[in-house]
DNA sequence: ATAGTCCTTGTAAACGCTTTCACAACATCT
DNA sequence: AGATGTTGTGAAAGCGTTTACAAGGACTAT
């Protein structure tokens, strides 16, 4: 590789005014610049951003963390952060957390030991006061899918609780009495506030609560599967079921037709996500809009506003789920 | 921050010393390991990467192009790839290319930038020649779908010609003679070498292929829409569409279904590549297997082989296709 | 005693860049 | 004339690490 040295020695400059030519730096005059170039060219050389980096202390860099790096949810999300930020020269580090504890660690250690200019989180296994605690001696610190009520202003998350609350409400309205809930981990704090949402929904309408309508399943593909054969094996007469996200609804759907009953006509199903494929299966899925994209987009614009490169409003706050109603549900009787 | 010098400093020794601590080097005294060890917790030290790379000239990162962050394809790719990778203590760090020339350039640029040990590309608009210089002159370099006849063992690619001779055949044992074609983009080459095993199969079958059967819709999402209309609008007998991936199928289904067509009772649909969602529409769609997360796997592997650090056979070579038979073809009659 | 090992440690020179400072050369004002 | 800017330039210090290399101390073998 190339260095500035050499560069200087061919261009027959000091590696100064290379640096100069380098960094747009107008103090520098037409022949010399051309020659700076011109040897540039010549050489192939290419800065070091390690060496530049660790004079400047900055990086242009913004740091990521996320669940998995595949997977249509985060996927959307890391594709709208980089546009955002690459069209301001941020350049984008994805690194995966896999909801686990060590890894989320030393994910958001490796991050630091880059110097990224800025963290956008998204995180579930990491506890609160850690993360207070990187707010307070890190880089910038963004945190997403999540609230810390101390750091509100850094948070992007969704209402999930309301979310939850507009699929039962919208299944209620339709005449269900008997709802079931097919929930996430029980350790997930958004499938937690998604449980709250759909009770506060029954409560609202006036209808008791049942434990056997509650099942837990996982969020990755299949989840929903399981659970449903352990909800149908409660005989428990229910005639919809809202399920925490896409993909458990799908699988739910999947086990509910092997037991015989269609769907919307014996049962009504609502999802959660509204992620890409639920426009293609049958039937359509009803779900909740869950606005991953904008979620991206304001991750962006928030990194850049905490390094200073954006004008305008902060981008933080909470992010409103939308109900679409499309072919998975109907009225009862 | 804090630096080695401080840490040094606090515990008492020299620089040396705690840098040999930190790279687990054992020629330290127990009682300066100790203290070192001490000196760093209470300061919270945390090594500057940038700082060590630029001497030691490793950055124990492999550099990845993608097409784009989100979607199911890449998404398996770099999941799998980062898997493989971080398990040797290689973190990936992965940029878009966007499928544009310039962004596909600077996306090289600033991996080699930052001084990664290893490339790995997903890249359409960048040409053979410019691949082939940057083979030679720069870090070791993974080329994936996609070959390079003179780099072939840095490649990794499918074979695209016979995943689409496999899928029409399919159409083809089943009895159907009047077979459409919804290829991708005309100046892909994914798309024309599936296009050459949907003519080489026809041919086999001695069927005479017509131009009129042939439309090219895009790779993304609701790609086939528009292709299957204008096909339909051809008025062309077709019983049958072989669609170059499982987006285009998708959205092609569709657009046979508003013409009042059923899938697969008057036409039978075939799509490429087989990702997640494929077995959740309805009817499930029969596609060709494209084995995407042994790409990434393989990718990953390949990567720490040609930075040394894997044993075993090199993975690179040529993938195979599989066909996988659902509902949405019938045998003609 | 003396010389030869073996360990542990520190000093100082890199790595490739930016940036401050000083200085020369020249232009512009009293 | 002299004083005062203005510009373009290079020398050198520093960013936070690693890593020769050398040196000192504690042994052992003569």
């Not at 546009?83 to 250690?109: K, M, P, Q, W």
């Not at 009520?149 to 409400?169: M, Q, S, V």
């Not at 759907?253 to 049962?267: C, K, W, Y």
Request: hydrophobic share 40%.
């Amino acid at each position: 590789m190339t260095t500035i040295k050499e560069v200087a020695a061919r261009a027959g400059v000091s590696q100064a005014t290379v640096s100069r030519v380098l960094n747009g730096n107008p103090r520098v005059s037409a022949v010399n610049r051309q020659r700076v170039e011109a040897a540039i060219q010549e050489l192939g050389y290419r800065p070091n951003t390690l060496a530049k980096s660790l004079v400047t202390r900055r990086t242009h860099s913004a740091g990521m963390i996320v669940g998995s790096l595949g997977g249509p949810f985060y996927g959307d999300i890391m594709h709208e952060a980089e546009r955002v930020l690459s069209r301001a020269g941020i350049h984008l580090i994805v690194t995966a957390g896999n909801d686990h504890l060590e890894e989320e660690r030393s994910a958001v250690e490796f991050l630091l030991e880059r110097r990224c200019d800025c963290l956008i989180l998204h995180v579930n296994e990491l506890p609160d006061h850690e993360l207070a605690r990187l707010a307070q001696d890190g880089p910038p610190l963004i945190i997403i899918n999540r609230l810390l009520p101390e750091h509100a202003a850094h948070c992007i998350w969704l209402d999930n609780e309301k979310g939850a609350y507009l699929a039962t409400r919208h299944l209620l309205e339709r005449g269900h009495r008997h709802i079931a809930c097919i929930a996430g981990p029980a350790d997930k704090c958004d499938s937690n506030e998604r449980i709250a949402g759909y009770r506060r929904a029954l409560h609202d309408f006036g209808v008791t609560y049942r434990p056997e309508w509650l099942v837990h399943g996982h969020f990755a593909e299949n989840g929903g599967y399981e659970a449903a054969r352990v909800l149908l094996s409660r005989q428990s007469d229910i005639t919809a079921a809202f399920c925490a996200n896409d993909f458990i609804a799908v699988s739910a759907m999947e086990a509910f037709r092997e037991a015989g009953l269609s769907v919307p006509d014996d049962i009504s199903v609502v999802g959660f996500d509204d992620v890409m494929f639920t426009r293609h299966v049958m039937p359509r899925l009803t779900t909740i809009h869950f606005p991953v994209r904008e979620m991206g987009r304001r991750a962006g614009l928030l990194a850049l506003h905490l390094m200073g490169m954006a004008e305008g409003e902060a981008a933080s706050g909470r992010l409103q789920p939308e109900l679409v109603v499309r072919a998975s549900t109907r009225s009862l009787g």
